[in-house]
């Protein structure tokens, strides 16, 4: 029987700042980055805006699925 398994939406916004970057290079947002993450029934999407040294800003896209769990009667 399958259990647990509920429609449900949650999301999620994240930002960092990597210091490393910002000693090669000019100062200001050269080190920061942004993403977010919808996570939706066992599928999660997650987006980030990545500075990546000398390529410049970086698109980064996962998508990942949980499989649902069996419980036994």
Request: aromatic share 12%; proline share 4%.
């Amino acid at each position: 029987m399958l259990r647990g398994w509920t429609r449900t939406l949650t999301g999620s916004l994240r930002a960092g700042y990597n210091t490393m970057l910002t000693a090669s290079g000019p100062g200001g947002f050269r080190g920061a980055s942004a993403g977010m993450g919808i996570e939706l029934t066992g599928f999660s999407f997650d987006y980030a805006i990545v500075p990546f040294g000398d390529l410049g800003i970086t698109h980064q896209l996962s998508i990942n699925y949980s499989l649902p769990t069996f419980e036994e009667d």
